[in-house]
């Protein structure tokens, strides 16, 4: 990691400057006090001894010369740092008035945090591009059978599934297709319909047994109710979903909830319908009138449904529900008056 700065500014470089200033002055005085000793010797032994006085003198104006020069070296130091300056290099001199101890550790605190700031900054950039490497190959990756290809809104016809699939079980071996996914067949029907025309109960059966994990069901009983609005599928698919009742018990067919369904049809919605021990879809049909709804039942009468003979056609909402009821005495009493726990309209977005 390289933190660009002037010279002047680096504290490595102000220290190296700072020792610098700081052995000259001490050269220059050690220099100066040996000069000193050295001529107070020096007229000691002239008073004391018999020496060559014109001589002693001559060495001893040397000596003061020479201490006269040392003491002037640091005036002609700033001189030269004032030439310097005046010459428009303001910067070099700046990097001997700043060396010094209190300025260098300054420095070096603000090298310290620049340092600090850039690996946080150079890490969280490698986080980021890490985080759309993964998004972009989990994206890359992502079962292409799962993703919608249609988003009509609205439909003319709901595309019919049976929930017959031979030689597939839901979800463990001895719970067949046919025995316990009304719900995923029911739910292939509305995918197929608006949002993924391929799409099949085998696609379904593998999204809630295989992969997601996150959509309730029982295990030898089926799908839950709380599938029919899981948050996850419905983005998976781009669907719209509302709840035109739930009940969470079975309770006698009304006409106030059979216009709800009814409308929702006429819009041109899909409507799954929970009934006693089983899921059908009423939906639009061109082959019906606008008081009628089409009823595809996804399993045949040997499976207590309808679906799979001459009984998958138009009917009144009220009809539609009575004949999923009656047969295989799915009715809540003995007169035909046939119940039902829930009903969800969807569409496309």
Not at 78 to 98: F, I, P, R, S, W
Not at 158 to 164: L, N, T
Not at 216 to 235: D, I, P, R, V, Y
């Amino acid at each position: 990691m390289v933190i660009t700065m002037d010279i002047c500014d680096n504290s490595a470089i102000l220290y190296l400057i700072y020792i610098v200033k700081t052995m000259t002055f001490i050269v220059l005085i050690v220099a100066v006090v040996l000069l000193i000793v050295s001529l107070s010797v020096s007229c000691f032994k002239t008073i004391i001894s018999d020496a060559d006085i014109p001589k002693m003198l001559k060495a001893m104006s040397r000596k003061i010369i020479a201490t006269i020069i040392l003491f002037f070296i640091p005036s002609f130091i700033n001189l030269v740092l004032d030439l310097v300056e005046n010459n428009g290099h303001e910067k070099y001199v700046a990097c001997v008035t700043n060396a010094n101890l209190d300025y260098i550790k300054e420095k070096r605190e603000q090298e310290e945090l620049a340092k600090k700031t850039a690996k946080e900054q150079e890490e969280q950039l490698l986080k980021q591009k890490k985080k759309e490497a993964e998004e972009k190959k989990n994206s890359a990756n992502k079962d292409n059978s799962n993703k919608p290809t249609s988003t009509e809104k609205y439909a003319k016809e709901i595309k019919y599934f049976s929930q017959v699939v031979p030689g597939v079980n839901f979800c463990n071996p001895g719970h067949t297709m046919a025995g316990y996914a009304c719900g995923p067949t029911s739910l292939s029907m509305i995918i197929a319909t608006f949002s993924k025309p391929s799409y099949t109960p085998t696609d379904m059966r593998n999204y809630i047994c295989n992969k997601q994990g996150t959509i309730h069901h029982t295990e030898g009983q089926g799908l839950g109710t709380a599938a029919f609005t899981n948050t996850k599928m419905l983005s998976d698919y781009n669907l719209n979903v509302e709840t035109l009742f739930a009940y969470g018990s079975l309770r006698p067919y009304d006409d106030a909830n059979g216009k709800k369904v009814l409308e929702a049809v006429q819009a041109g919605k899909g409507v799954i319908v929970h009934v006693p021990g089983h899921y059908v879809v009423l939906g639009p049909n061109p082959s019906c009138n606008k008081n009628r709804v089409y009823l595809y039942d996804p399993a045949p009468s040997s499976l207590r449904g309808v679906g799979g003979e001459s009984f998958n056609d138009c009917y009144t909402v009220k009809e539609a529900i009575r004949r999923t009821g009656t047969r295989h005495n799915r009715c809540i009493n003995n007169q035909g008056q046939c119940g039902w726990e829930g009903a969800w309209a969807y569409s496309g977005k």
